[in-house]
């Protein structure tokens, strides 16, 4: 039992371009979601998904792009990159995503945008 | 979800116990209290939570007066160790209410020193 996983660790890409970040959790969780951490900002919500096929836009959506195909992969896609995006993206993911339900968070993933 | 007020830092030193309290005055009936932990370079994991009066594990203690309109993390003779980012969440079951959508807000910083 993984988890959830993240990859990559650590990604640098240069303005204007795209990437994929992944997201997997071998735990049955219906529910994922995508945050993005920045210093003295705290945990901001990206997207969220309360199951295959269901997404949802959180606080901070633009620039980001999300797709939920099955339950256990839940990939975060930037189309154009640029420097604002600049963070430390984490993906968690619990049973149903009631707030009682405990988050498990992945490692994260540090991304720098040039 | 209910919107939460944290200090946004708290110092102390080792050995000491820590309270964090946490405002939540719009807090519904069918609201729970959530404590998330999150050390440097790691994505938070859950600690505690509880409806009302006092709750304790191995890591903390939730005390949560009557009228619930907030709510104090303890953590009993900290070390370096504890120094972390604690988040307060507030929100229903899955059962009373809306999934998705959790705000994790700043959280509040503490520095145990030695």
């Known amino acids: 039992n993984a988890g959830v996983t993240q990859t990559p660790k650590f990604q640098v890409l240069k303005t204007g371009q795209s990437m994929t970040l992944q997201c997997a959790q071998d735990m049955n969780h219906e529910y994922m979601s995508w945050y993005r951490q920045d210093p003295g900002m705290g945990l901001r919500l990206i997207h969220y998904?309360?199951?295959?096929?269901?997404?949802d836009q959180g606080e901070v959506p633009n620039g980001y792009n999300v797709s939920r195909s099955t339950t256990e992969d839940f990939p975060l896609r930037l189309l154009s990159a640029a420097p604002s995006q600049t963070s430390v993206y984490f993906c968690a993911s619990s049973y149903t995503g009631a707030s009682t339900d405990t988050q498990y968070f992945g490692p994260g993933t540090r991304l720098t945008v040039l | 979800l209910a919107k939460t007020t944290q200090p946004i830092s708290m110092d102390s030193y080792e050995g000491q116990e820590v309270n964090i309290t946490c405002s939540h005055n719009?807090?519904?009936?069918?609201?729970?209290i959530t404590w998330y932990q999150q050390f440097p370079s790691q994505g938070p994991r859950f600690i505690i939570q509880?409806?009302?009066t006092k709750v304790t594990n191995e890591v903390a203690s939730l005390f949560i007066p009557a009228d619930r309109k907030s709510s104090t993390l303890s953590l009993p003779r900290v070390s370096l160790s504890d120094t972390a980012v604690y988040y307060c969440l507030v929100g229903p079951t899955h059962y009373g209410g809306s999934q998705g959508n959790l705000i994790f807000g700043k959280g509040t910083k503490l520095s145990v020193k030695p």
């Open positions: 998904s309360v199951g295959a096929g269901i997404t």
């Open positions: 509880g409806y009302k």
């Open positions: 719009n807090i519904a009936t069918n609201d729970y």
